[in-house]
């Protein structure tokens, strides 16, 4: 029996369709590692000239983090997560290891995203407040903050850390540092 070429060419499309497909279902999720690379990619480059608005009481505030110091800081901060975040990947794509430790790792980039996220949201609280630019650093349990202001006093301190307290929880321990502006 004699196939026509139009059938035997349609006949390897569908095999090559089904082929590509089941390839697609079985090998692991490379999209969603390659978009957390870009997006990381592109924190990185949006940190270097990071402008803030926010509205409060009918009044918009806007700053734009230019303090070198600061910025060096911020840039650490996001090499030493990167570095982490590299690592965990790592962790996650070994094939050798059991599942529940590939689980763990991915939980531990999960909490370092949602803490560089609630650092973001107290830098840009602090700011609402009328200071010139903050630092937030969480560790654990522990937050260290640096404000740029040239007035630093203790109920200024306190409301900061009423700030974080509201924001993150009442079991953190909160150091509150002022740094006069140059």
Do not use: C, H
Request: aromatic fraction near 4%.
């Amino acid at each position: 029996m004699l196939l026509k070429k139009q059938t035997v060419w349609l006949l390897t499309m569908l095999s090559l369709v089904v082929v590509l497909s089941v390839y697609y279902m079985t090998s692991p999720d490379q999209q969603k590692n390659e978009l957390a690379t870009t997006e990381e990619q592109k924190q990185a480059t949006d940190s270097g000239q990071e402008e803030v608005t926010t509205e409060t009481e009918g009044e918009i505030v806007s700053s734009v983090a230019s303090d070198e110091v600061f910025e060096g800081l911020r840039l650490k901060l996001d090499e030493e997560r990167s570095k982490m975040k590299e690592e965990l990947r790592d962790i996650m794509a070994s094939t050798d290891l059991p599942a529940d430790q590939r689980s763990e790792a991915y939980d531990q980039i999960e909490e370092l995203d949602q803490v560089a996220q609630k650092e973001a949201v107290l830098e840009t609280l602090i700011v609402a407040m009328g200071y010139d630019d903050a630092l937030v650093r969480a560790d654990g349990e522990k937050v260290r903050i640096t404000v740029k202001s040239n007035e630093p006093s203790a109920s200024a301190a306190n409301d900061i850390i009423q700030v974080v307290k509201d924001e993150l929880g009442q079991m953190q321990a909160v150091a509150v540092e002022f740094q006069p502006d140059k």
